[in-house]
């Protein structure tokens, strides 16, 4: 896996994540690769889940089924971008 694949689908993954959650006051370069989604980071919440699910599945054709799984998964954009390159 390429350097330029990874940075490439953690920028695209910002925008989808600022578009899909309306987060109008965000840009990509506002967002660390390892900023936190929840919490004192982006302060998503648990709705915000069920998008980032429905946004992994529609755009990477990446499942998450089991919560624990989605805890991994959405720590941060680096945690999503690797998840979506180990299923690719």
Known sequence: MSNDRMTE???????RIIQH??????T???????TPLFGE???LD???VLELIVLMDRHYGV????????REVFQNV????????AEK
């Open 21 to 26: 959650l309306n987060l109008q006051d965000r």
């Open 63 to 70: 499942r998450i089924s089991d919560p624990q799984q989605g």
């Open 78 to 85: 680096t945690t999503m971008a690797e998840r979506i390159l």
């Open 41 to 43: 980071g982006l302060g």
């Open 9 to 15: 689908l953690k920028q695209e993954l910002k925008a």
């Open 28 to 34: 990509v370069e506002s967002i660390a690769d390892d």
């Open 46 to 48: 648990s709705i915000d």
